[in-house]
């Protein structure tokens, strides 16, 4: 059968793999290796040619690796993919591949904490200028901004921490009025709930260390294209300058478009940020990976299911002032995630306490099923009060700019028993709220 025949389910713990590659071993190899033996001379010359396709570093490419880059492009309806060490040089490679050199990039302030600093402390460093929206809904803002040099409009589909909820087609449409492409970071999202290049998205780049692996057991990142976008419109000469590298057999030098068409993006962050800057990811975090996205569908969907009957309770209590997330009462966010994400809008959100900042310490201290840390999408439940951690390189202002005001706390929901992780709230809002009723008395 065809891969395009094949729906998710299948593809998840299927794609890009052939048991009869590999020695006829069932679970994909890891391999372990850091270099590949040339073969002759003569193969070698076709390889660093690229007259032939092969491994030679695992810096660059790796047989575990590829199997989980090829799963990921079949999961997304991607033409290309590429892995990369940590979610982090994701987001950076994708946006550096895109402006380097000089340009901007337009985003807003709802982004993952790290990519929000990254934003200031190392792009202009690289003469890449970065410019937000205000109101990531506001489709108008994100048009008047957009300057000649605009490189790309970058967003998170669901944002980080808030599960703000992008407008993909729209937004889409705006970059490719503009001939530039839209960049998102689907990472909470996931390919089960979103394929974002089926709205129009060129470029996806997930953090595997989340809900795609799913353990929290190892960092990867993901970079995809979509194949569509036309990277010969003028504004990126660094995919249509010849390089003396890919040379074609009368020894005519080629760009990257044409040596790579479809996968030109990916092997420009292949070739000259994983050759280059370097973050690889090793085979048997590849091994981990493509292990967790085995049972993707089967945990965001208890995930989904746990976190809206937790939104449902968080609900009931007095002491809860808002909530952020599709499935709350009110959210404005209910047409968009009825359209993209009609299998539920992740299971990651934050809510606002109505408490001192000492109740609120004492609410993420008595948690005891939900552990207290820096990760998300995970098997288990998570809390942690993002302002002060996850989000705590940003200055008040920022803060204020990125709509996590101190009272937020975030939650990661996992696969537990719901009845559980209920009554671990249940305590711990017992416990943080427990002179409540003597100071009304
Ligand atoms: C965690 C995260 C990242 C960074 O990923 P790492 O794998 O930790 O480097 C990027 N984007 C989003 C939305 C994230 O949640």
Redesign the pocket.
Known sequence: MEISDLSFDTLKVRAGYDPKEHNYSVAVPVYQTASFDLGDTDRAGRLFSFSEFGYLYTRVGNPTVDVLEKRIAALDGASAAIAVG??????TYSLFNVAEGGGRILTTAQ??G??FDSFKKIYPNFNIEIDQVSDIDHLEEWRSKIKPDTKALFV?TI??PNATIADIEALAAIAHENDIPLIV?N??ATPYLLNPIKYGADIV??????ALNGHGNA???LILESGKFNWANGKFPQFTAPVYLFRDSSGNERSFLEAFGTAAFTTRVRINYLAYFGAALGPFDAYLALLGLETLSERVQKQVSNAEKIIRFLETREEVAWINHPAAKGSKYKSLAKKYLPKGAGSIFTFGLKASEEQIKTFIDSATIFSYHA???DARSLIINSPKTTHGELTPEEQKFAKIPPETIRLSIGIEDPDDLIRDLENAFGNAFSNKSEDVA
């Open positions: 940590s979610g982090m040089a994701a987001v982004v993952y790290g990519t998170e944002s980080n970071d990472t909470f780049v997930y953090s595997a260390t989340k960092i990867a990142g990760n998300v999408g």
